[in-house]
């Protein structure tokens, strides 16, 4: 017998299931009052740098039917590119900006939203600049395990060519999955991205 | 802990995200595989939350919805540590649990269980993991709940749990079941995990010796998240 490893097994994962808002986003599943405010629901302040964007979309089941309880996080760096975070070591991010935003998707029609910043480029392990992106993380009823997916920007065409991620996906027709178009809405720039969980247009899922 | 990459996921010990015995996984899984991605910064940090986030009550789910009284049910205090895969403690992790009140009865807009809601009972509470990753909650044991899979499906007694390690690669969110439940080898959600070791991993044993007499009984759930390899022998990260 060689020395045993003894190393801990991660807990597995179980669905959120359809009532995950009462513990993510109580306040916007009824549960008031318990805290102040749903967490990750504000991501701004008026001091924050950056350029003010909206990340908009929908997730999509396998028969095309948009999700209603849907819970969707995003995880991104300030408009330096740092991420305000004590692995950061570049640098100190933006003492205005968390990083972190949470969103219920809206009970009717299924759509996320969040209003944040564009996130400066981010280096690679070997230092070459990834292009601008904000990890996104989607669980809900159904989902058994947590899907990791990126968002990059559909006005940074020569960033996502040159980004090392990007460029080295095998089925170059489905790195579209993972641009958001840039549009105006509102007056605001908003980025308009729909995620597709199975099937022909299914989005890029990573296992990081 | 600072430190390199994330040890990988063994997704052979979680659950596979196609099971048709648990019937919602069928059109929400995808087909396609997913694309191995080395951790970079973007997956090597994470959210920090600090104390200031939380309330005086936010880890009692006995006191933090009551209006004008105590809820019905088995008082109980949840409590266990937050560990990665090398056994070390994670601190400062952020724990989200929710859960149905005794009667199996949750607290949100879109539910229509016959159950009554308890006045006192929102089912809702947060934490963050001490220096030594200890956390605990104090709570009424949710009852089972039907749900329309099976014609006849119940869910065991169970609270769902988030957890924020160090790195938004170690993001978690899992449900802790009772021991002894005779639900719990029934359930399709369960039977989603492959391996009955790691069913039982998330079986919470009643923990006696923590039990305060005369008031409420204990349970003990740790949690694994991730372990992260040392940096010794990794390229150098940009800037380190």
């Known amino acids: 017998m060689v020395q045993p490893l003894n190393r801990l097994k991660e807990s597995p994962s179980q669905t959120a299931g359809p009532y995950v808002h009462?513990?993510?986003?109580?306040?916007?599943?009824?549960?008031?009052n318990v805290f102040p405010e749903d967490l990750g629901k504000t991501m701004l302040k008026p001091e924050t740098k950056g350029e003010r964007i909206r990340v908009v979309g929908r997730v999509f089941d396998g028969v095309g039917a948009a999700l209603k309880d849907a819970l969707v996080e995003v995880w991104q760096a300030d408009a330096a590119g740092l991420y305000p975070s004590p692995q950061e070591k570049r640098g100190t991010a933006d003492p205005g900006f968390a990083g972190f935003g949470r969103s219920a998707g809206d009970m009717t029609t299924g759509e996320f939203v969040f209003e944040t910043i564009k996130?400066?480029?981010?280096?690679?392990?070997?230092?070459?600049?990834?292009?601008?992106?904000?990890?996104?993380?989607?669980?809900?009823?159904?989902?058994?395990?947590?899907?990791?997916?990126?968002?990059?920007?559909g006005d940074e065409e020569a960033a996502n060519d040159a980004d090392p991620i990007l460029s080295r996906i095998e089925h170059r027709a489905r790195v579209a999955t993972l641009i958001a178009p840039r549009t105006m809405e509102g007056g605001m720039p908003t980025?308009?991205?729909?995620?597709?969980?199975?099937g022909e247009k299914e989005t890029i899922f990573f296992d990081i | 802990m600072s430190g390199g990459s994330f040890y990988q996921r063994d997704r052979r010990w979680h659950p596979p995200a196609y099971d048709p015995g648990y019937k919602t996984s069928v059109t929400r899984s995808p087909q396609k595989a997913l694309i191995a991605l080395d951790n970079t910064l973007s997956e090597l940090t994470g959210p920090v939350f600090g104390h200031d986030?939380?309330?005086?009550?936010?880890?009692?789910?006995?006191?933090?919805?009551?209006?004008?009284?105590?809820?019905i049910g088995q008082r109980i205090i949840v409590h266990g540590r937050v560990l990665d895969e090398d056994g070390r403690p994670v601190p400062g992790a952020?724990?989200?649990?929710?859960?149905?009140?005794?009667?199996?009865?949750?607290?949100?807009?879109?539910?229509?269980?016959?159950?009554?809601?308890?006045?006192?009972?929102?089912?809702?509470g947060r934490t963050i993991s001490a220096e030594d990753g200890s956390y605990r909650f104090r709570t009424i044991k949710p009852g089972p709940y039907p749900w329309p899979n099976g014609p006849n499906d119940w869910r065991p007694a169970h609270i769902h749990f988030s957890i924020f390690g160090h790195g938004f690669a170690q993001r978690l969110i899992t449900q802790m079941y009772f021991e002894g439940d005779p639900l719990i080898w029934m359930c399709p959600i369960v039977a989603t995990i492959p391996d009955k070791a790691a069913v039982e991993r998330l079986i919470a044993p009643l923990d006696m010796a923590n039990t305060v007499p005369m008031d409420a009984r204990a349970y003990?759930?740790?949690?694994?998240?991730?372990?992260?390899?040392?940096?010794?022998?990794?390229?150098r990260m940009e800037g380190n």
């Open chain 2, 53 to 71: 986030l939380l309330g005086p009550l936010d880890d009692d789910l006995i006191a933090n919805f009551a209006k004008d009284g105590d809820p």
């Open chain 2, 94 to 124: 952020l724990i989200e649990v929710w859960q149905a009140n005794a009667g199996g009865r949750y607290r949100h807009k879109k539910e229509t269980y016959l159950a009554p809601l308890d006045p006192n009972f929102g089912g809702c």
């Open chain 2, 220 to 235: 003990k759930f740790d949690i694994v998240l991730r372990g992260r390899r040392s940096t010794l022998f990794e390229n």
């Open chain 1, 22 to 32: 009462i513990g993510c986003t109580p306040n916007f599943s009824g549960v008031e």
């Open chain 1, 119 to 153: 996130p400066g480029k981010v280096p690679f392990k070997d230092g070459r600049p990834q292009a601008p992106h904000i990890t996104l993380w989607i669980v809900a009823r159904g989902i058994n395990i947590g899907l990791h997916t990126r968002l990059y920007f």
């Open chain 1, 191 to 198: 980025y308009r991205h729909d995620i597709f969980l199975q």
